[in-house]
């Protein structure tokens, strides 16, 4: 018997962005590792094949486009922001902030505002687009482990979501980061820890 109840499940795509996945892409030199070791974009795009089979609600949780002028004044800039500001992360209108090819929206698939630092769900309409869909249970997959990922997955739980996440549907700058969310971070407040063929697997149960 899945542990899903697959009408009030969500599958969320955090930051799938050129300049995370695509080779050319701003932090591709840094992902490039773990978003190949993990195989993470022939996995999301298997677990997206999937769970529109099966009718699972697709949602996509972007960061924010980055434009020249948007941390004037900030009172408070943390490490992302101000990575985000050196490079004009994710760029508006520019290639780097497209999702990759492999993984682009369908007819269907919902879109959240974009998020300003790690969480999905802070300062964003996520929660009440899952709501308003009946959602009670949230897999994560995506960019970057340590951050967003980490960041969503906690969130969700304290609004009282089911949390999955997906372990090789994720990656990071580096493996010690995709180690101390798997390892250390998810097992202390997540609900499970799944590999790509494994949800696959109990979704068709």
Known sequence: MSLYQLQKTALILIDP??????????????????????KVVENIKKLL???????IQIVYAPHRHTQKNDYLNWKFMAPSHLGSKGITLFEK?????????????QEGDLLAQNHWTASGFANTDLDFLLRQHNIEQIVLVGMRANTCIDSTA????????????????????????????????FPN?????????????????
């Open 17 to 38: 962005f050129n300049d995370f996945l695509s080779e050319g892409g701003k932090l591709y030199p840094v992902t490039k590792e773990t978003v190949e070791g993990n």
């Open 189 to 205: 407040y997540g609900h499970v820890l799944s590999s790509t063929e494994e949800f696959i697997a109990n979704i068709n149960n």
């Open 93 to 105: 209108n520019s290639w780097g902030a497209e999702f990759h090819p492999d993984l682009i929206m």
């Open 49 to 55: 094949t999937a769970a529109r089979e099966k009718k």
């Open 154 to 185: 906690r969130y969700g739980v304290e609004l009282g979501y089911h949390v999955t996440l997906i372990k090789d549907g994720i990656g990071a700058f580096n493996w010690e980061e995709i180690k101390a969310t798997v390892e250390t971070n």
